[in-house]
């Protein structure tokens, strides 16, 4: 019985990483984070792909959440597709804009990571990986017991 589960969540976890790892492709973010999630999904299965999509996936062309949409017509977002009323544009100028701090948040510099912390995640990734396989065969053995 628990070797059958065992086996389904293998099939749940590669099928997942499978997903992501083809998907993540045509997402703008940074290659950093596009191995970051395909290991995420890798260690933690179907659950690694559900949150790439609540996170990570972009929405269909033309579908915004609802969440979204509410922020937007709160003037708490600015939204990029947006279809504005004639004049709305002089009256948006004359509001003093929400996101300076976020713009200039985002022209500062990412902060540089040193050789050490990047060899040390390149091998604790993997370790981690190996240690989660381990458990599983581990728990298959005794199962069989």
Same mark, same amino acid.
Request: net charge positive; proline share 7%.
């Given at each position: 019985?628990?070797?059958?589960?065992?086996?389904?969540?293998?099939?749940? /976890?590669?099928?997942?990483?499978?997903?992501?790892?083809?998907?993540?492709? *045509?997402?703008?973010?940074?290659?950093?984070?596009?191995?970051?999630?395909?290991?995420?999904?890798?260690?933690?299965?179907?659950?690694?792909?559900?949150?790439?999509?609540?996170?990570?996936?972009?929405?269909?062309?033309?579908?915004?959440?609802?969440?979204?949409?509410?922020?937007?017509?709160?003037?708490?977002?600015?939204?990029?597709? /947006?279809?504005?009323?004639?004049?709305?544009?002089?009256?948006?100028?004359?509001?003093?804009?929400?996101?300076?701090?976020?713009?200039?948040?985002?022209?500062?510099?990412?902060?540089?990571?040193?050789?050490?912390?990047?060899?040390?995640?390149?091998?604790?990734?993997?370790?981690?990986?190996?240690?989660?396989?381990?458990?599983?065969?581990? *728990?298959?053995?005794? *199962?069989? /017991?």
């Amino acid at each position: 019985m628990l070797s059958g589960v065992i086996l389904l969540w293998f099939i749940l /976890t590669a099928l997942s990483v499978a997903f992501v790892a083809t998907d993540i492709h *045509s997402t703008p973010e940074s290659p950093v984070l596009k191995w970051g999630f395909v290991l995420v999904t890798a260690y933690t299965g179907p659950f690694g792909a559900f949150l790439y999509v609540l996170g990570c996936r972009e929405p269909l062309p033309g579908i915004a959440y609802p969440m979204n949409w509410w922020l937007i017509s709160h003037h708490l977002k600015h939204g990029m597709v /947006t279809v504005r009323k004639p004049g709305a544009a002089q009256a948006a100028a004359t509001e003093p804009a929400m996101d300076h701090k976020m713009m200039a948040m985002s022209e500062t510099q990412p902060t540089k990571l040193s050789v050490g912390t990047i060899v040390g995640m390149g091998v604790l990734s993997p370790a981690m990986f190996a240690v989660g396989i381990a458990v599983a065969v581990i *728990s298959v053995r005794l *199962s069989r /017991t």
